[in-house]
């Protein structure tokens, strides 16, 4: 059974920073581009980065230079490195991958930025 399990949500202040983990499971994690979304009410979940298996990666405009998303195949984990956070950033974070053509979602984690 594939389930991805997202922590390290939480709240902080602008400038700050927090680090995301998605742990993997039932599929051969080292061979898929994993994802990170985002979504507030309202509005469409919203891509924020993805990592392929060959380590290569993109960002939305709105976080580069700010976020970074790595990930460890002996662990199957995938993380989001988020610095100089903004209270625009403040959202569900999602973990995802596409896995025998169907779009799979860990539970989301909280990332709320204020002061």
């Known amino acids: 059974q594939v389930q991805l399990v997202e922590s390290g949500g939480g709240m902080v202040q602008p400038g700050g920073s927090l680090t995301l983990s998605c742990a993997a499971s039932g599929f051969t994690f080292s061979s898929y581009t994993m994802k990170w979304y985002r979504q507030t009410p309202g509005k469409e979940r919203e891509l924020v980065a993805a990592?392929?298996?060959?380590?290569?990666?993109r960002y939305a405009d709105s976080v580069k230079g700010r976020f970074t998303i790595s990930r460890d195949n002996a662990k199957n984990t995938v993380y989001l490195q988020m610095n100089s956070l903004k209270p625009e950033d403040t959202a569900i974070y999602y973990c995802?991958?596409?896995?025998?053509?169907?779009?799979?979602w860990g539970q989301g984690t909280q990332v709320t930025v204020s002061s």
């Open positions: 990592i392929s298996s060959a380590d290569t990666t």
């Open positions: 995802n991958v596409r896995y025998a053509l169907r779009d799979l």
